[in-house]
């Protein structure tokens, strides 16, 4: 795809989330999308590499988020993968101090040849399991907000993800279409974590039939110092 239809594409899309792109933003994206389709060619990032899906699927899908980190300084980005949502957000909003997340290497760097080509600042990939940081005191409840798009179920997502959260800060889960059942599963573990659901946003991205749910969970108090516990216990022993 060309740049100059990448750029319409990209832009008007964007316009119907009610963000506006410079040019430097667009040529970021830009690039962000070649090195994308380039290096899923060594090692597998994305399923989607089509230009115009990674528009819709990865781009686009990431800025729905935007809205609601007004007043984020500090965000993490749980599980990030090819760096979605993080990169897409620090492009947009380059005032949000921002940690990506990921237990696979090769990710990392693929992550931090973006952050270096992009000219990112302010922005770290961090090669570390998302159970591990939620007890490390480096980043145990030191965000305002945590994200995380299409990681695991709402039940484990919340021992992974709150521990990593400020009291008075909020997790953004970003979801497909079928959710109910899931957070129906889930609302013990958000209570026993110390969040409490505040809003589900179901939508569809713009000009697209595709339906997305963002959860948005608000932490309320402290999380217990036992969480989140190792791996094998989420996984054998869920707070349900």
């Keep these: 795809m060309e740049k100059e239809e990448f750029a319409n594409e990209l832009t008007k899309k964007m316009k119907e989330l009610e963000i506006e792109l410079s ?7 830009y690039k ?8 899923n060619e060594k090692i597998n990032l994305t399923a989607i590499t089509e230009p115009k899906e990674i528009i819709e699927k990865h781009f686009v899908d990431s800025a729905t988020i935007i809205k609601h980190l007004k007043n984020t300084k500090t965000m993490i980005d749980v599980g990030t993968g090819a760096g979605f949502p993080g990169i897409p957000v620090k492009i947009i909003k380059p005032e949000i101090k921002i940690i990506l997340l990921d237990s696979l290497n090769k990710r990392i760097k693929f992550l931090e ?11 770290k990939a961090i090669h570390l399991r ?4 939620g007890q490390n005191k480096q980043y145990r ?5 945590v994200v995380s798009r299409a990681v695991s179920n709402m039940t484990k997502l919340s021992e992974y993800t709150l521990p ?10 970003m979801k497909g279409p079928e959710i109910e059942e899931e957070l129906e599963k889930a609302k013990k573990a958000i209570k026993t974590l110390g969040g409490k659901t505040k809003k589900i946003e179901n939508f569809k991205l713009p000009q697209s039939e595709i339906k997305r749910n963002n959860i948005i969970i608000e932490k309320v108090e402290k999380t217990a110092n036992k969480y989140p516990r190792n791996p094998a216990k989420i996984k054998k022993e869920p707070i349900e």
């Design 141 to 145: 409840e030191q965000f305002e907000t």
């Design 164 to 173: 990593l959260i400020k009291v008075g800060g909020k997790a953004i889960y």
């Design 113 to 123: 040849e973006i952050i270096e080509k992009l000219e990112l600042s302010n922005i």
């Design 32 to 39: 962000y999308m070649k090195q994308l389709i380039e290096w």
């Design 130 to 133: 998302a159970e591990e940081a």
């Design 23 to 29: 040019q430097k933003q667009i040529e970021q994206f």
